[in-house]
């Protein structure tokens, strides 16, 4: 919200206490494009009481780690045909809880074209680590 306010964007932002994971603000939402800079890495994102989660088609995220949850979060609410997703964080190089087998569901289901590895500093952060650029061609 910050970054957007920062450069006079303006946005339809559903806030609440119990966070985008467990009330999300736009359950019916099928969107052209998702804006977003989430929490990546976050590990107290409350994971233990979504694994039976309608939006894990990929697989199931580690609880102690919210990359996967949020890239299957954006993809959930995407309408089809999908726009481009850019996710910028570690969670197209990590490999543990699983992240590995959904990284791949991913690419088998054609969601990602590309993966670019991005300077650090790039996008005004300390660790850009890596742009991943998704263009879905046909979900399948």
Same mark, same amino acid.
Request: hydrophobic content about 45%; charged content about 15%.
């Given at each position: 919200m910050m970054n957007m306010a920062i450069r006079g964007i303006e946005a339809h932002i559903a806030w609440n206490e119990q966070g985008s994971f467990q009330n999300d603000g736009f359950k019916d939402l099928k969107a052209d494009y998702i804006l977003a800079n989430p929490p990546f890495n976050d590990d107290d994102w409350g994971g233990d009481r979504l694994r039976e989660d309608v939006r894990w088609k990929f697989g199931v995220p580690p609880? +102690?780690?919210?990359?996967?949850?949020?890239?299957?979060?954006? %993809?959930?609410?995407?309408? @089809? @045909?999908?726009? @481009? %997703?850019?996710? !910028?964080? +570690? =969670?197209?190089?990590?490999?543990? =809880?699983?992240? +590995?087998? %959904? !990284?791949?569901?991913?690419? /088998?289901? /054609?969601?990602? /074209?590309?993966?670019?590895?991005? @300077?650090d500093n790039f996008l005004f952060h300390a660790n850009s680590g890596l742009l991943v650029v998704h263009f879905p061609r046909q979900a399948k």
């Open positions: 609880m +102690g780690n919210a990359n996967f949850a949020w890239v299957q979060h954006f %993809i959930h609410h995407l309408a @089809p @045909p999908a726009w @481009p %997703i850019r996710s !910028r964080n +570690g =969670s197209m190089s990590s490999n543990q =809880s699983g992240e +590995g087998e %959904i !990284r791949q569901a991913l690419v /088998d289901a /054609d969601f990602v /074209d590309c993966m670019v590895a991005m @300077p």
